[in-house]
């Protein structure tokens, strides 16, 4: 897995759905919005158990229906294509 330089994420999330590169470059972000705490937790597990079968872990924070979620790769110190294919999964886990 190798470090995607800004301008490569940049292109790579286009693949993805309101994922933004964080102001360093090092990480992806997004906030869902769910209708309540239950379909936002229901989320949090789905992508829970696809982040551990990856081995590739979210950095996140809820509060009732909101999740803020921040994706980085610690082996190559920034983004890459992981982050991504997580991100594309959560995406989809949203509907
Ligand atoms: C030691 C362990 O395999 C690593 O720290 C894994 C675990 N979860 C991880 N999660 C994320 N988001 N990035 C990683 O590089 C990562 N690496």
Same mark, same amino acid.
Do not use: C
């Given at each position: +897995? ?29 906030? =869902?919005?769910? *209708?309540? =705490?239950?379909?936002?937790? *229901? =989320? +949090? ?6 982040? !551990?079968? #990856? ?13 803020? #979620? ?6 190559? *110190? *920034? ?11 959560? !995406? !989809?886990?949203?509907?």
């Amino acid at each position: +897995m190798s470090k995607l330089s800004p301008a490569e994420a940049e292109i790579a999330l286009k693949e993805v759905s309101g994922w933004i590169l964080a102001g360093d470059g090092l990480s992806i972000q997004k906030t =869902f919005k769910f *209708g309540d =705490f239950n379909e936002a937790f *229901g =989320f +949090m597990t789905r992508v829970a158990l696809k982040a !551990d079968k #990856m081995d590739h872990h979210p950095e996140w924070f809820n509060v009732y229906n909101k999740v803020e #979620m921040t994706l980085t790769t610690h082996d190559v *110190g *920034g983004v890459s294509q992981k982050d991504i294919k997580l991100a594309a999964f959560a !995406d !989809d886990a949203a509907g």
